[in-house]
């Protein structure tokens, strides 16, 4: 009689040297090393490098996850593994679904995060697909985030290194996609996985973080924006939300809400400033203008988020359910309630009020008695400020 096979470290009922596994190597160390520790545990991998925007443009990007030469970096890497590596051109894919929502969000006003539209499409959902149809058991990336089985269910927590932790950008995992992604990671900290690298002997063991948006060299969003949109970046206003004009600006695209420092402007003629330094406090794409005004006008207590997705499905979550929600990937999780859900929607009501909410980022879901666990999260459609409310409440003349 055959005893029934162990189960594996990536979970499944068969020897490692039986498991294919596509790793999406970047070129970083993370994912290095994560291809380096299942080549390592006898697993069958196959990496796969994605070149996601122009490869002349990227050869002279430093610090970006995809450039050129991240994209000889893995494939360095695969050959000191030898395992086998493929670079799959997703250029046409990159620009349709991350770039030009890019673009067209922050023309509008909004300030989006372009490395969720691209797990949420490239990379959790072509990427995938092409894992599977490789004969893959699994897609393994280097997020650190942790994917554990609890309670009859795969959940997704947080990395156990709080200052790497990714999940705020893996919100829009679908159970489906959950139940074949693997992130080996999860459960170790940066310096770890620095010290397997050299272990390792691999030659990006001490290739620094990248820092910026990987097709945003420098940091500089504005000049992304005008190149894939050309002539669509209007000049406008700078006023105060007393109506005071302060100053101009080159385009909306150049701030986002809560902004305090680079705003180009001075104080205000005898005016008083007790309240303290000005911050974006609007931002009107149909006018062109920009709105600013003392701290206390950023003040929300109400966010509304879209295109929601629950990790477990809507039955892990009930209205009126104490949670935590982070509104920003820098910022502190912050203690709220869920009501109305309902049709892909909810409403947070946050406990105390938190300041520089701006559409377009996310609003990602903690349990709020298992604060590593994530729920879900969706987008910031609407976070009306204390500024907001007090002029709708204005009786019309």
């Known amino acids: 009689m055959n005893e029934m096979a ?59 996850c995809c450039a050129g030469s991240d994209i000889h970096d893995a494939r360095s890497v695969a050959a000191r593994l030898d395992i086998p590596h493929y670079v799959l051109d997703y250029e046409s894919k990159f620009k349709a679904a991350v770039m030009d929502d890019f673009a067209d969000s922050y023309l509008a006003g909004h300030t989006p995060i372009p490395c969720v539209r691209c797990n949420q499409t490239v990379k959790f959902s072509d990427l995938l697909r092409t894992a599977k149809e490789l004969g893959a058991d699994c897609l393994a990336t280097g997020h650190y985030v942790q994917r554990v089985f609890e309670a009859g269910e795969v959940r997704l927590k947080r990395g156990i290194d709080n200052t790497k932790d990714q999940s705020y950008f893996l919100f829009a995992t679908t159970p489906e996609q959950l139940d074949y992604l693997r992130f080996p990671l999860g459960g170790m900290n940066k310096d770890e996985t620095r010290a397997q690298a050299e272990g390792f002997g691999l030659s990006v063991s001490n290739k620094p973080d990248s820092q910026d948006i990987c097709f945003v060299p420098n940091g500089r969003y504005g000049d992304v924006v005008r190149k894939l949109r050309p ?46 330094p000005l911050y974006v406090v609007g931002i009107d ?15 929300c207590r109400e966010v509304h988020l879209s295109e929601v997705n629950w990790i477990n499905g809507a039955n892990s979550v009930s209205e009126h359910m104490q949670v935590q929600v982070k509104l920003r990937n820098t910022g502190m999780s ?17 406990d105390e009020p938190q300041f520089g909410i701006a559409r377009g980022q996310a609003g990602v879901i903690y349990d709020a008695k298992a604060p590593d666990r994530l729920l879900g999260g969706g987008w910031i459609k609407k976070a009306p400020t204390a500024a907001e409310i007090a002029v709708s409440a204005q009786p019309i003349s």
């Open 6 to 64: 162990a189960v594996n470290s990536l979970g499944f009922a068969k020897a490692p040297a039986d498991t294919r596994v596509v790793v999406a190597m970047s070129g970083g160390v993370d994912s290095s090393v994560v291809a380096a520790m299942l080549a390592a545990e006898g697993y069958e991998v196959i990496g796969i490098t994605l070149q996601l925007y122009d490869h002349g443009v990227a050869i002279d990007v430093k610090g970006a």
């Open 231 to 276: 002539g669509a970046v209007d000049a406008g206003e700078i006023i105060h939300m007393d109506g005071t004009v302060l100053g101009m600006h080159d385009g909306v695209i150049d701030y986002t809400i809560g902004q305090r420092k680079g705003l180009g402007i001075g104080g205000r003629k005898d005016a008083d400033e007790a309240d303290g």
């Open 285 to 299: 794409a149909s006018k062109h203008q920009v709105i600013v005004g003392p701290k206390s006008a950023l003040a």
């Open 334 to 350: 912050a203690p709220a309630t869920l009501v109305n859900i309902a049709n892909g929607s909810v409403t947070l009501m946050l």
